[in-house]
């Protein structure tokens, strides 16, 4: 283990401000990354349990051919600043030695906010699982917890709501939509995911994202656009359990193909939205989703609907650019009347935005 001053002079060359790239000495520093190696942890110098640090943010650096072996050594996590509420982990691809996780919950028990990344969280073995589940059903505390490309084997999910605090509030999962892997969609445990949803939460993201775009032409998944969202059985089931929601203000489930008649089932149960995104089949045109928001007084003042083309929309495509029209947001507003923006697109292409300038609406994008 690295001594005090070797402690702390490593932490101040990671210690890094919220709303600053600039280095700061660990006595100033609100938030801390710290590269990892290894499951070895470096000792925290004195100055970082009184300056208040409120964020830690732990990055796997291990090499692929060094990793399935540090899962099965010894792993050594110190104390840490009881003021740390707020934990990221992220880029651990095959998981954590068992007993890893739990050992970290035990030195931060109040964490408020939790951010994972990027990461098979329960490991490859029963016991790690195990680990991942008895991590969460500690954390008593947690308000707000994010799963962007998380993944884990059939029925994780369903056993990872189980362990999750009626306290959390605001929940995100999120998928980066991968063009070169054709089966990729079956890698999403769509299945399990839904049973996150609960009558406590207030905001809820479920969605896949695009990929970011890039100049490389050999790179598959920055220059092709546009996602895929999940249908069928999985997309009946998470429309039928995001009722349960009853709390939601904000509620994006683009992740699932919904049909119309679900959309509005969805906004006749759920009266506190405000924030709203969903993605719906297509079969003529927009219009035919606007007069499902139009047909009774909604609270909602954000809107995103991503539209997912069938067949005679797919050919009115091929000769014209279907956009909305200003004629479409001014009947939407008349049950709508708090909405402000409004925007569309083609499975995440095509996209049109649409905000309000005081009494009248323009076309941003």
Not at 31 to 59: C, W
Not at 141 to 160: C, K, P, R, Y
């Amino acid at each position: 283990m690295a001594s005090s001053v070797e402690s702390s002079q490593y932490l101040a060359s990671k210690a890094s401000a919220l709303a600053s790239t600039s280095p700061v000495p660990p006595s100033q520093a609100q938030a801390a990354q710290i590269p990892l190696q290894s499951f070895e942890l470096p000792n925290f110098p004195p100055e970082a349990f009184t300056a208040g640090l409120a964020s830690l943010i732990l990055t796997s650096d291990i090499k692929l051919d060094e990793y399935s072996e540090l899962l099965t050594k010894a792993f050594a996590i110190p104390e840490l600043p009881p003021s740390i509420k707020n934990l990221t982990l992220e880029l651990f691809a095959l998981g954590y030695p068992p007993g890893f996780l739990t050992t970290l919950g035990k030195r931060l028990p109040d964490l408020k906010a939790l951010t994972l990344y990027s990461q098979l969280l329960a490991g490859t073995t029963v016991a790690s699982r195990e680990d991942a589940l008895t991590f969460l059903r500690f954390q008593t505390d947690i308000q707000e917890l994010h799963l962007l490309d998380v993944f884990g084997s059939a029925g994780f999910f369903t056993d990872l709501s189980k362990a999750l605090s009626p306290s959390l509030k605001f929940l995100e999962v999120n998928y980066t939509y991968r063009h070169s892997d054709p089966q990729f969609l079956a890698t999403i445990p769509s299945a399990d995911i839904p049973s996150l949803i609960s009558k406590e939460l207030v905001a809820l993201t479920m969605g896949i994202s695009s990929p970011d775009v890039t100049d490389d032409a050999d790179d598959r998944e920055g220059t092709e656009v546009g996602v895929k969202p999940i249908s069928g059985k999985d997309a009946r089931i998470a429309a039928e359990k995001l009722l349960e929601g009853e709390g939601l203000v904000m509620c994006d489930i683009t992740m699932f193909e919904l049909d119309r008649w679900e959309v509005e089932t969805i906004l006749d149960g759920l009266g506190k939205l405000k924030v709203f995104s969903c993605t719906v089949r297509l079969e003529k045109g927009w219009e035919e989703v606007f007069e499902i928001f139009g047909r009774e007084e909604r609270g909602i003042e954000v809107l995103e609907v991503v539209g997912v083309p069938g067949e005679e929309m797919v050919e009115r495509l091929k000769g014209e650019v279907e956009s909305v029209t200003k004629e479409m947001i001014d009947g939407l507003c008349l049950k709508c009347v708090g909405l402000k923006t409004v925007k569309i697109s083609i499975l995440r292409t095509r996209v049109e935005q649409w905000v309000k300038e005081g009494t009248l609406w323009e076309k941003k994008i």
